[in-house]
């Protein structure tokens, strides 16, 4: 490619593939300045990493997005501990430590699947379905609800409220009108969810939140409500696109399909899994890039970024860095992924990394299991449009039962 370097993550183009002007970027201009946006965007593995651990320098206290109305002093409100720095992010990241265990999430397996099931076989029954709105975008957002203990009758409406927050409009550069709306409603239910578990306490993560202590301190109903909200909009989205890039990834790649669909190819033993999900992570992460407010004048490869200024830290690209990766844009599930970065890196990395991993890896067994091959019709295939989120609004594929 050549011409003018231009990156802009509210391209239709950027969102189409980044990963031609990512390889410009780390190669021409490692410290990327766009002057329309405000922005400077770290493209290299080593820089981002390192930014990753600098959060002194690299603050989150305006929060993670690029949305005007999502950034600034305010966005904890929605963000929760996302958007804080230590000690405020240090005591509500060890608070809700406390009942987001390991353990509950290793607990919830049985009922992971159990959802799994129940969405797989209604899409696969009709051999040709949407991946993702018959079926990888209605998990996550329930595995979310069985862990804060939301309901059964609750969750197709909670569902539908946590899509219209993410939901773009085209040419509009902010979260619509009914975004802000769901947003509201979502934060009015789990704030009686919170107010009816501590009348009577049960055995889920809302309870388990109500009563985690450390030394006397507890945390506010304001604060488990926007805890909740973070896991909607940290965990719903992302889980979703992850299923969907490792079904198309795999099938575009027909040598990972091999050993993704389990037909003993993979000569490193293993059930080829957790090569597909990881090497999807890796590959086209569902999560791009996230902001960070520059704290002290910074020099970095001849630029200079000054304190109040925007940085880019573009994980999509530090995955693709050939120093680190070798043929990066090869799509291989035989190669070591372990240094990805989709999930950050340092005291902000994903709270819900395994249970995304777990949910993830319990998904694709299932349709493994059930199929003997499968088509992705790419014609149809429909791009979701956002600054950060990088997945399908809609996957066509055909299945062929085993
Ligand atoms: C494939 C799925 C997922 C991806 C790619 C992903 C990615 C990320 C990334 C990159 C961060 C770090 C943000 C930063 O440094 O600014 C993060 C943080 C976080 N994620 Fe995830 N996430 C996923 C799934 C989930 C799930 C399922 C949950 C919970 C149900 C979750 C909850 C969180 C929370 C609470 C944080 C904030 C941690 C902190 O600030 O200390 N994520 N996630």
Avoid at 187 to 197: K, L, P, Q, V, W
Avoid at 296 to 314: F, I, K, S
Avoid at 380 to 386: E, G, M, Q
């Amino acid at each position: 490619m050549t011409g003018t370097l231009r990156y802009n993550p509210y391209d239709y183009e950027i969102h189409e593939d980044p990963y031609p002007t990512y390889r410009r970027l780390r190669a021409e201009s490692p410290v990327y300045r766009n002057d329309e946006l405000g922005f400077w965007a770290l493209s290299r593995h080593a820089d981002v990493t390192a930014a990753f651990r600098d959060s002194a320098r690299f603050s989150n206290s305006h929060g993670v997005s690029l949305d005007p109305a999502a950034s600034g002093p305010h966005a904890h409100r929605t963000m929760s501990f996302l958007a804080m720095d230590p000690p405020r992010h240090t005591r509500m990241r060890a608070l809700v430590s406390r009942g987001f265990t390991p353990r509950r999430v290793v607990e919830l397996e049985d009922r992971i699947r159990t959802l799994t099931v129940g969405h797989l076989d209604a899409a696969l029954e009709r051999g040709t379905f949407d991946f993702v709105g018959d079926f990888a975008g209605l998990l996550p957002m329930d595995v979310i609800s069985e862990l804060m203990g939301v309901p059964g009758p609750d969750r197709a409406e909670l569902r539908r409220l946590a899509d219209l927050l993410v939901h773009r409009e085209e040419g509009v550069q902010d979260v619509p009108a009914a975004g802000v709306e769901a947003a509201l409603t979502l934060a009015g239910y789990y704030a009686d969810m919170i107010s009816e578990r501590r009348r009577r306490r049960t055995d889920d993560l809302t309870s388990a939140l109500i009563d985690a202590e450390i030394d006397g301190d507890r945390l506010t109903d304001d604060e488990i409500t926007a805890f909740l909200f973070l896991m909607v909009v940290a965990g719903n989205e992302t889980t979703t696109k992850l299923l969907a890039n490792a079904w198309f990834w795999a099938w575009r790649f027909p040598d990972a399909r091999a050993i993704a669909l389990g037909d003993g190819s993979d000569p490193a033993g293993g059930d080829g899994i957790e090569q597909w999900v990881e090497e999807t992570l890796r590959y086209d992460a569902s999560t791009q890039m996230l902001t960070r407010l520059v704290t002290e004048r910074t020099e970095l490869h001849g630029a200079v970024l000054e304190p109040g200024d925007t940085a880019l830290l573009l994980v999509g690209s530090a995955n693709r860095d050939e120093t680190v990766f070798t043929d990066p844009d090869r799509y291989d599930l035989l190669r070591d992924p372990s240094a990805l970065v989709s999930f950050g890196v340092g005291r902000h990395f994903c709270l819900g990394a395994s249970l995304a991993r777990l949910e993830a890896r319990i998904c694709l067994a299932e349709v493994r299991s059930r199929i003997a091959d499968y088509e992705v019709h790419e014609e149809d295939a429909v791009r979701f449009h956002s600054i950060n989120v990088r997945g399908f609004a809609h996957l066509p594929t055909t299945v062929v039962a085993r």
